[in-house]
Every structure is written in structure tokens, then in C-alpha cells.
């Protein structure tokens, strides 16, 4: 999930533009000049057919940054200047998570199948021969597929035995798990809420970089600027994005403005206590198993995809949930961020009042670079407890079953780990659903390798489980 491309860098640098200009109060005057400062005339090289189309696309990529999705455009003069007003003076963030930049979204063609040049136009043929729409035909010596007529079988690329015909799917399409996304009578795609889970694949697979979180980074700057009390609750996964230790992410919070710090690992430690204790309840009822609860895109699948693995989700509540009470119970009055590399996140705390702000590690980023934080020179907080520990484990795939296990281990507890939610994850939790399972304890993760490997993640974070507790086995 976590890999850098282009777009991630893009989408990073608008974001560092925004809190820079908002940093120095000069947002609504400046904004306008972000597509003219990201395409300048003189650039060399252009990703699209001319310097408007670009400047365009840029325009409507600040749209999600400000808090907004591109269907709150109403006149298309409106300057970019009056929604980043709009965003400063609102006071309730949108519902929507994610959203589709249209300007962007055009390249990629319908679903189809496309005869290669290792075509040998055999006599066998047996392309043609198995065609049931009569789609392909022979052209030149080569067999030809008339898009019009293709239903997009596939059966012509099963029988060709020269492998000349090519599947080119819809990267976003080909992402997402539960078939949430689809083009409309436009050709853009369109995500329909009914069936999204917020897992982020289509937002990192789509080449053009035209899917977006609906940020709340002005938010979270606007409540900084009104000096409201606020509390940052940050995920464990945090360590494998900047190498810091728990008390310089402590102070580099506060630095930002951030007035109290809670480590979700500690809201961990409650999600431990009572999951293995409700797993002890739902065995000795006669329960056959019992899944995690703490990914919100697993919660999502079971609620729109999988509605018969229902009973067998755990209660209890996640650690952000947990690492939230903590804050409210310093300050019932305080404003709760959590800072994550999770999409299903912003929806969970959507879901749920304990939750004001969701913040990603690409914008906390975004912070760190405008506001020119040196991360070397941060102090460290030696009352902060730097030691690893299996409840900042929860941050990597097979980390919650570990945890539970050595909190019980008296108990026979026979893990098993779906590590990433994927069309064949969807098939085994659909076989399950039927009251058996290979184990009585499932713990499943959304994305492959865990939450370190989170769609809102600076890059690839698998190869850094050495930062993390290491004793998942």
C-alpha cells in the first residue's frame, strides 16, 4: 500500500503549499497561484496535453485538501480563494471521506481485452470460435476485438494458446475488493458509499492520483489558531514513519500546537484486556470463534459485504476509541485529533462522537516540512516510555493476536491472521461466516503487513517491522 509514486509526491506538495501559506496567514491571498507555482510556463516536461489542462487538474486537487469535494463547485469562475474562506469559517467537517477529481479522471479506458502483437493468426482460432457475442474477427492477419460488441468474458484470452490477448483493467477498479468503484455515463469513476470500505486502495493504486481523502488539516490549523484545547492521540505505526522516540513525538506535537499527547498503544493495552476477556466469554457460551474489531475497513467488509461474520466480531471498542477516553478523562473538554495512516479511521470517528479531527501521516508531514520542524533537534521526554512493547505491535499484521495471546497464555488460543483485505480475504471471511473457521481466534487487517503499511503512510513501511516490537511470532 505505502509505495511513493509521483502522485503521492504532488498530492504531498499541495498540502505542504497549504499549510505553509495558512501558517503564514496568507492562505486566502495566495492560494489562487498554487496550479500557476506547480505548472510555471517554462516547465519542460507537461503530464498532459497542455499547461491549462494541468493547471486545471491542480485546482481541483486543492478542492478534497480544503475540506471539500469537487461536486461542491457550483459556478466554475469561483476562485479558489473563496472555498479556502469557506473552509477557514466552517464550522462542521464534510461526511464524505473520499472523492473523485473528475479533471483527472478521464485516461483510463472501459474494462476491456486487447489483442497483443504475439498474435500469430493460427488456423485453430479458437478466439473467434469461442466468442459469445461474435466480438472477434480477423484483420490483417491478426484476430481484432471490437470493444462495442465485447462483454468482457475473458473467455478469448483463456483459449488463445499464444497468450496474445491481454486483460487491461482499471487500476482503481481492479483495487478495490467489494467492487465500490465504477465509472459513470461520463467516464469518471464514482464511489458509491453503500459499498466502500475506506480501505485507500483505489486512492493508491490510480495512476492519475485523481482520488482524494477529504482532509481536515484546515481544521485542525483553524483550532490551533483559536488556541483551542486540543488533544493528539497518535497510532503506533507512527514510529516507522519518522524515527523518533515516544517523547520527541510527544514534543514535536506540542511544538505544532497540540496542548496534550496520548499514545494509542496505551488505549491498546485496554483493547488487550477486555478483547481476551470477551474471548474467554464467547468460547465458554459455545461460540466457535471470534474476529478482531480494531481495523475499521474489516468492520466496514463485515457490516456491507459480510453481514453473517456479525456475531462473530468482537465488542470491544479499538485503541483509538480507548486513547480517546484517556484524553477526555484529562480534559472533558478537549478537542481529540488522532494523527494515522488510516482512511477507515475518518470514518470510524464519524461514526462515533469520542473523535473530533482525523489527521493522516502525509499531512502531519505536510506540517513538519512548511512549518520547517527540525526532527533532529527535538528534545526528548524521558517520563515518555520508549521500550517496545506488543502493544505498539498493533501497528503490524499479527500483532493484536500476539498481544491477546501473551496477555491470556493460559489460554488455547489457535490464531489465524488475514493479513490484507483482498477478493480472496472476502471469500474466506463469506466461507466462515458459517459458524467454522481453522481457528478460534481471526484477526484481520485491511492492509497488507498492518496498519504500518497504511494507505496514508509515507512509503513502504514493511521492511521497518525491526522499529516495532519484534517478538511477533
Known amino acids: 500500500m505505502g509505495y511513493t509514486s509521483n502522485t ?112 500469430r493468426g493460427c488456423v485453430a482460432r479458437p478466439c473467434i470460435m469461442n466468442c459469445p457475442k461474435d466480438a472477434v474477427s480477423m484483420q490483417n492477419g491478426q484476430a481484432k476485438i471490437d470493444s462495442s460488441k465485447c462483454i468482457n468474458c475473458g473467455i478469448c484470452k483463456q483459449q488463445c494458446q499464444y497468450h496474445a490477448i491481454i486483460h487491461v483493467p482499471i487500476p482503481c477498479e481492479a483495487a478495490c475488493p467489494v467492487g465500490a468503484i465504477s465509472k459513470d455515463e461520463n467516464g469518471v469513476e464514482r464511489i458509491d458509499d453503500e459499498k466502500c470500505i475506506y480501505c485507500g486502495k483505489c486512492l493508491m493504486a490510480c495512476p492519475f492520483g485523481s482520488i482524494f481523502e477529504v482532509s481536515q488539516i484546515i481544521d485542525v490549523m483553524m483550532a490551533i489558531r483559536k488556541e483551542e484545547h486540543l488533544t493528539a492521540i497518535f497510532a503506533p505505526s507512527i514510529h516507522g514513519q519518522f524515527n523518533l522516540t515516544t517523547g520527541q513525538i510527544e514534543n514535536l506535537l506540542k511544538e505544532i500546537g497540540f496542548n496534550e499527547v496520548v499514545e494509542v498503544a496505551d488505549g491498546a493495552r485496554k483493547t488487550v484486556e477486555h478483547e481476551s476477556a470477551e474471548f474467554v466469554e464467547r468460547l465458554e457460551g459455545g461460540q466457535a470463534f471470534m474476529t478482531t474489531s480494531c481495523c475499521p475497513s474489516y468492520v466496514e467488509t463485515v457490516e456491507k459485504h459480510v453481514p453473517g461474520m456479525k456475531p462473530f466480531v468482537s465488542d470491544t471498542p479499538s485503541p483509538m476509541m480507548y486513547a480517546a477516553d484517556m484524553a477526555r478523562e484529562k480534559n472533558p473538554e478537549t478537542k481529540v485529533v488522532f494523527i494515522g495512516p488510516c482512511i477507515g479511521k475518518r470514518k470510524e470517528a464519524k461514526k462515533n462522537d469520542k473523535v473530533d479531527l482525523v489527521m493522516s501521516f502525509e499531512e502531519l508531514n505536510a506540517m513538519i516540512v512548511a512549518l520547517d520542524i527540525d526532527l533532529g533537534t527535538l528534545p526528548d521526554n524521558e517520563k515518555r516510555n520508549n521500550k517496545k512493547t506488543l502493544d505498539r505491535g498493533f501497528a503490524l499484521s499479527g500483532g493484536v493476536a500476539a498481544a491477546v495471546k501473551a496477555e491470556r497464555p493460559e489460554l488455547n488460543i489457535n490464531e489465524l491472521v488475514i493479513n490484507g483485505i483482498d477478493k480472496k480475504a472476502l471469500g474466506l471471511l463469506k466461507a466462515y461466516s458459517r459458524g467454522k473457521a481453522p481457528a478460534n481466534f481471526i484477526e484481520v487487517m485491511s492492509c497488507e503487513g498492518g496498519c504500518i503499511n497504511g494507505p496514508a503512510s509515507l512509503g513502504d513501511m514493511i521492511g521497518n517491522r525491526k522499529l516495532f516490537n519484534t517478538n511477533l511470532k
Do not use: W
Not at 34 to 52: A, D, F, G, S, Y
Not at 71 to 90: G, Q, W
Not at 112 to 118: A, E, F, I, M, P
Open 8 to 119: 503521492h509526491i504532488i498530492r504531498r506538495d499541495l498540502l505542504r503549499h497549504v499549510v505553509k501559506l495558512f501558517a503564514d496567514g496568507e492562505l486566502e491571498e495566495k492560494i489562487d497561484r498554487i496550479p500557476l507555482k506547480m505548472v510555471p510556463k517554462n516547465r519542460e516536461t507537461q503530464l498532459r496535453c497542455c499547461i491549462h489542462k494541468e493547471r486545471a487538474v491542480i485546482k481541483y486537487k486543492m478542492f478534497p485538501l480544503l475540506g471539500f469535494t469537487v461536486d461542491d463547485e457550483k459556478d466554475e469562475l469561483t476562485p479558489l480563494h473563496e472555498y479556502a474562506s469557506a473552509a477557514i469559517s466552517r464550522n462542521k467537517v464534510k461526511d464524505e471521506i473520499l472523492t473523485v477529481v473528475d479533471e483527472a479522471c478521464t485516461s483510463c479506458v472501459k474494462d476491456q481485452y486487447v489483442v497483443s502483437n504475439l498474435c
